[in-house]
């Protein structure tokens, strides 16, 4: 699986946001839906 846990919720949605989460860390923080996508993309174009 992947290490990154991606939640979308009703209010999320609403405002736009996913809230990403890094399995290894425990860290997350809420992120515009494009830039999450992005984010996680660049992360395995590097790896």
């Known amino acids: 699986g992947l290490p990154w846990r991606i939640t979308v919720g009703p209010r ?19 992120l515009p839906i494009e830039q999450a996508l992005t984010r ?3 992360i395995y174009q590097h790896n």
């Open 40 to 42: 996680i993309a660049g």
């Open 12 to 30: 999320g949605l609403k405002n736009g946001v996913v809230e990403v989460t890094s399995r290894r860390s425990g860290e997350s923080e809420e």
